[in-house]
């Protein structure tokens, strides 16, 4: 009985110990990683284990992009903790997943600093990182109170776009459950986006060869005026009224991929007493940009708006400019757009095995008007 209590104290102590000393030496072994990132420069303040859980936690991480020349460091991303767990409800379908919780993760990218095709491609060591934290495949993953931003310093005024207060959830990625499935696993997302919000659906097989995946996403009453520094540097002009939406279907397989946008703005005041002082030029402009709102204005419901056909191969991406165009004059002319999903596309319209022969311009507009009359008919 007394080598069994030594034996039963001598693990204690030894958990004990491991739980003292191991974060220490996992924080320094992590900064040091950080510190030699191609490219990045990054440091974490504190790790904590969750032994019972399985867990980490680490805390108040950063990440910032450096520039090799200059030395200075421009920020790319932060989170206030990011916690590494072994999902514990895989277990009860027989699999040994992992899942990744973001609190308050703020991702930036910088106009010629921080692009997404120089993050895909530099970022590895950090996603070696997070592996050799998590070396089970992720199935879980959760954002809470994330923000994304984009930004141009070097642009007077300076541009700062962003979504704020989103949530994500993804699971079931490595298709623990629902395996039989050809969409098995659910992505979802809300975010404020100046005053609006935004809805983000999306089902995919995250495992497939190619991108697969069906998703829609609406972006509802989102405040015009508040893009103005955007509208100003990248536009060269303004507004002083507006909401703006924006409407999305897209669905994807065997490397093909079909959907639209549709932009959707209502209530459009360009030029008001703000432009008062602008320059003959500007408001001259500025008055043209007004002008063709007008124009293309549904009277009725307010609203200037446009739906773009997307269809094609992900290596030859093609947009319907003309039946765009088509789209801004029945807006205005015959018949409001409604400003919602058409949930008119899934997976099931993606064509896997030829291109479709869409036929000229004028028997797609009117195969499209009747197909939306006998919808309306229903």
Known sequence: MKIRYK??????????????????????????????????YGRIRDIDLSLYRGAYIINDIYLNKGDSVSKNQTRFFKSRSIDLAIEWRALFHG???????????????????????????????????LNAFMPLKVNRFEVHDGAMHYTDNTSHPKVDVSLKRTHILAFNLTNVANDKVELPSIVTAQASVYEGTLDFNMKLNALADD???DL???????????????????????????????????AAKGGNFKGYVKPVITDLVVVGLNDRNDSFFHKM????????????KNQKEDQVATKVPLEGRFKNPKANILYAVWEVLRNAFVHALVPSIDYEINIR??????????????????????????????
């Open 7 to 40: 034996i039963l104290i001598g693990v204690v102590l030894l958990v004990i110990l491991v739980r003292l000393v191991l974060p220490s030496v996992v924080l320094r072994y992590t900064n040091g990683r950080l510190a030699n990132m191609k490219g990045y």
């Open 95 to 129: 699999s040994l997943v992992g899942e990744l919780v973001f609190n308050s993760p703020d991702l930036i990218f910088t106009k010629d600093k921080v692009e997404p095709g120089d993050v895909s491609k530099d970022t590895a060591d950090f996603r070696d990182l």
């Open 211 to 213: 991108a697969t995946f």
């Open 216 to 250: 829609n996403a609406e972006l509802k009453n989102s405040n015009l005026v508040l893009y103005n520094d955007f509208l100003r540097v990248y536009g060269n002009f303004d507004v002083n009224k507006g909401r703006f939406g924006f409407y999305t279907e897209m």
């Open 285 to 296: 402009w500025e008055y043209f940009i007004g002008g063709v709102g007008v124009v293309f």
């Open 349 to 378: 319209s993606v064509k896997t095995d030829k291109p479709e022969d869409k036929g000229n311009l004028l028997h797609k507009m009117v195969s499209d008007e009747k197909r939306k009359e006998e919808k309306k008919d229903k």
